[in-house]
Structure formats: structure tokens, C-alpha cells
């Protein structure tokens, strides 16, 4: 993955200043610097808050690479960065709970991770600036106006996902293939999304679509087993719930020599076989790098969505070998093996 380069944020050569109280952030408010008596110094103090849906890697490691760009820009937990971390561990009410809490706390910026966290966030404050991440269609989830204008306290980074070019990559791999399985949450609208453009995009592949739907993640392992005999490969969407419970799609899959394409990478560190897709701990920087640009006082209603503009291409050579996959040459030279 290629990184982006990471724009200067961090004023030099402050020396002496007045001393301010740390106050509540708005839309496009920069946080304050406060300092001590004459002759000491100390740099920006910065609180944030981070509210995730759910532990999963791909979220956590979008969290990581977000702290990790601040910490390269002199941001550092225990010295002038807070972070109140808050994770809600799938359950909507302790969403609503956690973004409540926020909405009434004095911080200076809000990172919404997955699409429920952003939605619940973006209702419960319209002026403390909210940076979105791994949420894959903001404009249908009702959080933006537009991509390019999204207006209002939200900004931040899109994790859709370049469906085409999985399903393509399935089909290399797995040339047989006539039949897939699309396991997600219904009641998630970034898995609605990619679902709609996997039937819109299997039909020019000469592939079917059979679709399982779960609402909780105890019912995954039992909509991965609904498929077994129906399809002849598995594709596993950024589902949150779904990629939660990602080792019980993999048990039943690699147990009936079903391969599965997933729309991420720790599917396929877990078992999975393949995808071409986002890199979540670069995508987690990406958007770190807007926070600081925020916390230089841009406007956040005038910060465009951004995606990831390079996929990586990530096979799991454990799964390869127990399905019998005969991986291509050309493919084989780019991708990053797994579990060699």
C-alpha cells in the first residue's frame, strides 16, 4: 500500500504563550494550546473520543493506524493526547450510551468507527467535529450530503470496498465457480450496499448469487452451514457482525472445502482464501491525517470523503494448499502470502 504523504501540522518554535483552558471543540474549532510560567512550554493538548461498534481486526487495526498518525505528529497518549476509547461490543444500546456520553463531554473531536457507530454519533451532536472510518457508503447511511461536500460536523473516510475486482479475483482462483454464498447483516446498511453492487457486478462473471442473513452474531455459524451443498464458494462482505464471528463461516467453509473471498484481509489471516482489498490500519492513518489537518483549524464541513486508492491482494497459502487452489502466476507475484 502506498502511503500518502503526511502534511505538517505541528506549529514550531512556541515558546511562550498565555495559558487557556482546554474547551469543548466545534465544527471548525482548533484545540487549544495552553502554557505554563515564563520559560516552559507544552505543546497542544488535544481529547478525543473513539467509539467503535464492535472488537474485530479491521476495526481495530483502523483505530491503530489512526492513533499512529497522530503520535507521528507529536500527538501521544499520556502527554497531550486523551483519547477516551469506548467500545459497545455490538450492542445498539451501549452505542447510544457511548455517544451520548460524548455529545455532553468536552472534546475536542469524535473518531466513529464502522457505519451504526457513526449514524448513532452523528445523532446525538452536530457540533463537535466527527471523523468517520470503515464506513462504507456515508451518503446512504444518511451521515453526509455528498462525497465531495459533506457539509455539517462529519467527515472522514470511506472503506468500500472495490467488489468487482474480488468477485474477479474469485473467479480466477476458483474458475468453476457458478454458484456463490453472500453471508451479512441484513440490518446493516454498509453490507446492503455491497451486496447490491455483488448482484449488480456476478452476472457478467456467469455467477449466481445465494444470499444468508444473520441478526445476531450467534446465528452465523448456522447461516454458513445453510450453504454448504448450494454454493461453490463463500463471499464475506465488511459485515461487522459477520466478520466478528469470522472463525465460524471459516470452520464450516474449509470443513467442506468451500474457499472463501472475503471483502477484507483478517478474514483470510483467520482462513479465509483471498481478497483484493483495503488495508484498515493505512485506512486509519488516512484518516488520522485529517484529524490533524482539523486540529490546525480546517473546517471539517469542507473536507471531502476520501477512500483508499490502492488495494492489496491477500491469499492464505495454509488455505490454498487445503483446498487444492492452483493460484495463478500473474497473481501470485503481487499478492502477500499468508501463513506460509
Same mark, same amino acid.
Given at each position: 500500500?502506498?502511503?500518502?504523504?503526511? @502534511?505538517?501540522?505541528?506549529? *514550531?518554535?512556541?515558546?511562550?504563550?498565555?495559558?487557556?483552558?482546554?474547551?469543548?471543540?466545534?465544527?471548525?474549532?482548533?484545540?487549544?494550546?495552553?502554557?505554563?510560567?515564563?520559560?516552559?512550554?507544552?505543546?497542544?493538548?488535544?481529547?478525543?473520543?473513539?467509539?467503535?461498534?464492535?472488537?474485530?481486526?479491521?476495526?481495530?487495526?483502523?483505530?491503530?493506524?489512526?492513533?499512529?498518525?497522530?503520535?507521528?505528529?507529536?500527538?501521544?497518549?499520556?502527554?497531550?493526547?486523551?483519547?477516551?476509547?469506548?467500545?459497545?461490543?455490538?450492542?445498539?444500546?451501549?452505542?447510544?450510551?457511548?455517544?451520548?456520553?460524548?455529545?455532553?463531554?468536552?472534546?475536542?473531536?469524535?473518531?466513529?468507527?464502522?457505519?451504526?457507530?457513526?449514524?448513532?454519533?452523528?445523532?446525538?451532536?452536530?457540533?463537535?467535529?466527527?471523523?468517520?472510518?470503515?464506513?462504507?457508503?456515508? *451518503?446512504?447511511?444518511?451521515?453526509?450530503?455528498?462525497?465531495?461536500?459533506?457539509?455539517?460536523?462529519?467527515?472522514?473516510?470511506?472503506?468500500?470496498?472495490?467488489?468487482?475486482?474480488?468477485?474477479?479475483?474469485?473467479?480466477?482462483?476458483?474458475?468453476?465457480?457458478?454458484?456463490?454464498?453472500?453471508?451479512?447483516?441484513?440490518?446493516?446498511?454498509?453490507?446492503e450496499v455491497q451486496v447490491r453492487v455483488v448482484k449488480a457486478e456476478a452476472p457478467a462473471l456467469g455467477l449466481k448469487i445465494q444470499e444468508a442473513t444473520v441478526a445476531t452474531s450467534a446465528d452465523v455459524l448456522q447461516a454458513a452451514q445453510s450453504l454448504v451443498g448450494k454454493v461453490d464458494a463463500i463471499y464475506v462482505p465488511t459485515d461487522n457482525m *459477520?466478520?466478528?464471528?469470522?472463525?465460524?463461516?471459516?470452520?464450516?467453509?474449509?470443513?467442506?472445502?468451500?474457499?472463501?473471498?472475503?471483502?477484507?484481509?483478517? *478474514?483470510?489471516?483467520?482462513?479465509?482464501?483471498?481478497?483484493?482489498?483495503?488495508?484498515?490500519?493505512?485506512?486509519?492513518?488516512?484518516?488520522?491525517?485529517?484529524?490533524?489537518?482539523?486540529?490546525?483549524?480546517?473546517?471539517?464541513?469542507?473536507?471531502?470523503?476520501?477512500?483508499?486508492?490502492?488495494?492489496?491482494?491477500?491469499?492464505?497459502?495454509?488455505?490454498?494448499?487445503?483446498?487444492?487452489? @492452483?493460484?495463478?502466476?500473474?497473481?501470485?507475484?503481487?499478492?502477500?502470502?499468508?501463513?506460509?
Amino acid at each position: 500500500m502506498k502511503k500518502g504523504s503526511i @502534511k505538517r501540522v505541528l506549529g *514550531v518554535g512556541l515558546s511562550i504563550v498565555l495559558a487557556l483552558g482546554l474547551t469543548a471543540c466545534g465544527g471548525n474549532s482548533a484545540p487549544s494550546t495552553s502554557q505554563g510560567t515564563e520559560g516552559s512550554s507544552q505543546a497542544k493538548k488535544v481529547n478525543i473520543g473513539i467509539i467503535q461498534i464492535v472488537e474485530h481486526p479491521a476495526l481495530d487495526a483502523a483505530r491503530q493506524g489512526f492513533l499512529e498518525a497522530l503520535k507521528a505528529k507529536g500527538y501521544e497518549e499520556g502527554k497531550n493526547l486523551t483519547v477516551d476509547y469506548q467500545n459497545a461490543q455490538g450492542d445498539q444500546s451501549n452505542l447510544q450510551s457511548i455517544s451520548q456520553k460524548f455529545a455532553s463531554s468536552k472534546l475536542d473531536l469524535i473518531l466513529a468507527i464502522a457505519t451504526p457507530s457513526a449514524q448513532v454519533m452523528a445523532s446525538a451532536t452536530q457540533d463537535t467535529p466527527i471523523l468517520i472510518t470503515a464506513v462504507t457508503d456515508p *451518503v446512504e447511511a444518511n451521515l453526509v450530503g455528498s462525497m465531495e461536500k459533506p457539509g455539517g460536523n462529519i467527515s472522514g473516510t470511506t472503506d468500500m470496498n472495490p467488489i468487482k475486482e474480488q468477485l474477479e479475483l474469485l473467479k480466477k482462483l476458483v474458475p468453476d465457480a457458478e454458484t456463490i454464498g453472500v453471508l451479512y447483516n441484513a440490518a446493516e446498511v454498509n453490507s446492503e450496499v455491497q451486496v447490491r453492487v455483488v448482484k449488480a457486478e456476478a452476472p457478467a462473471l456467469g455467477l449466481k448469487i445465494q444470499e444468508a442473513t444473520v441478526a445476531t452474531s450467534a446465528d452465523v455459524l448456522q447461516a454458513a452451514q445453510s450453504l454448504v451443498g448450494k454454493v461453490d464458494a463463500i463471499y464475506v462482505p465488511t459485515d461487522n457482525m *459477520v466478520v466478528s464471528a469470522a472463525q465460524s463461516v471459516i470452520q464450516v467453509a474449509n470443513e467442506n472445502k468451500i474457499p472463501i473471498i472475503s471483502g477484507e484481509s483478517s *478474514v483470510v489471516e483467520a482462513g479465509g482464501l483471498g481478497t483484493i482489498g483495503i488495508n484498515y490500519k493505512n485506512l486509519g492513518a488516512q484518516t488520522g491525517e485529517m484529524a490533524l489537518r482539523i486540529f490546525e483549524g480546517a473546517k471539517i464541513a469542507e473536507m471531502p470523503i476520501e477512500s483508499q486508492k490502492d488495494f492489496d491482494i491477500v491469499l492464505n497459502q495454509k488455505t490454498i494448499d487445503l483446498l487444492g487452489i @492452483k493460484v495463478p502466476a500473474e497473481i501470485q507475484s503481487e499478492a502477500t502470502l499468508l501463513n506460509k
